[in-house]
Nanobody, 117 residues
Framework: QVQLVESGGGSVQAGDSLRLSCAAS????????MAWFRQAPGKEREFVGM???????YYTDSMKGRFTISSDNAKNTVYLQMNSLKPEDTAVYYC???????????WGQGTQVTVSS
């Protein structure tokens, strides 16, 4: 089992920045990925980006340039740095752990991000 705990959400103004954290604990894997998703009210869950354990990252095109995923391996924590936030970024943000089998088997509880204009 892997436990994920997100933190760092809040209410900000358009143009502000916010950094979300996702602390992982429990079972370890030699190869894995951590991803961020978001879900706005009344919308489908949306993939934001991911970071492989080897360090490479991948982002949805619309997130490139504003969002950055990084990690602190010593703390087993992955971060989502969000800059130049827009009202349309308002959503619940989730981190997810992708096991070597390719499935997102573990999810955090989500953290709310609200961006006002």
């Amino acid at each position: 089992q892997v436990q994920l705990v997100e933190s760092g959400g809040g209410s900000v103004q358009a143009g502000d920045s916010l950094r979300l954290s996702c602390a992982a604990s429990g079972r370890t894997f030699s190869s894995y990925a951590m991803a961020w998703f978001r879900q706005a009210p009344g919308k489908e869950r949306e993939f934001v980006g991911m970071r492989w354990s080897a360090g490479s990252t991948y982002y949805t095109d619309s997130m490139k340039g504003r969002f950055t995923i990084s990690s602190d391996n010593a703390k087993n924590t992955v971060y989502l740095q969000m800059n130049s936030l827009k009202p349309e970024d308002t959503a619940v943000y989730y981190c997810a752990f992708r096991t070597p089998g390719g499935q997102y088997d573990y999810w955090g509880q989500g953290t709310q991000v609200t961006v006002s204009s």
